[in-house]
């Protein structure tokens, strides 16, 4: 099993060398981590930023000027309600005495960002594209939420713009990256409630390697 898959690392690297010398094509694969300042957008909730992780995987196919960018990515995010989230959302909250300003929930999701990469500076790439998330956990420490409801959707869209510095050329080895991205929520994430709008914004920077 090992040595099979040693064959396939060695196919895969030296197709992506060929084909980098003999096309000008510049295929990289990799992974990349970093951070999350997210907030939410809506009646209920702080409208602050906050500080959480992400991690994936991506490749990439460039030519000279112009290429594309698929990605896997893991992200936790959190949010928290302020003053109104309990009079606003009274029928979905469990029986609570106090406010509930300040309680905090966490959500993770899948997301699969489709991306648009365009060359300005053999080192400088900026990108654009749609991102599907998929929300796969929602963590309600305080039990807050009535039994049985959502209170994220398990499914969204966002709009990404950003830039992507990749250092080390065409080289054949291991190749350092960084980056910075903005992502817009472009439906929301409210599944208590139609009518109350819930949009979900990011700034997400990392650092990675490909080769």
Do not use: C
């Not at 957008?41 to 460039?62: A, I, R, S």
């Not at 990469?117 to 900026?126: G, H, Y």
């Amino acid at each position: 099993m090992k040595k099979i898959g040693f064959l396939i690392l060695f196919s895969l690297i030296f197709f992506v060398t060929h084909g980098k010398q003999k096309f000008g094509i510049d295929l990289g694969i990799g992974m990349k981590g970093g951070i999350n300042f997210n907030k939410i957008q809506g009646l209920g909730w702080q409208n602050t930023y906050y500080t959480d992780p992400h991690g994936g995987f991506f490749v990439h196919l460039n030519k000279r000027h112009v290429g594309f960018q698929l990605e896997a990515v893991w992200s936790q995010n959190h949010i928290t309600t302020d003053s109104s989230f309990k009079g606003l959302y009274n029928q979905y909250i469990q029986n609570f005495d106090d406010s509930l300003t300040g309680e905090s929930f966490k959500f993770s999701s899948i997301s699969l960002p489709f991306l648009l990469n365009i060359k300005v500076t053999q080192w400088l790439w900026l990108q654009a594209g749609p991102q599907f998330n998929a929300n796969i956990n929602v963590a309600d420490k305080n039990k807050i939420i009535k039994s049985g409801l959502n209170i994220i959707n398990q499914q969204s869209y966002s709009a990404v713009g950003g830039v992507w510095i990749q250092f080390g050329g065409k080289a054949p080895l291991l190749r350092v990256n960084m980056g910075a991205r903005f992502i817009a929520g472009l439906n929301s994430l409210n599944a208590l409630s139609k009518t109350q709008v819930w949009k979900n914004q990011l700034i997400q920077v990392h650092l990675g390697i490909s080769f």
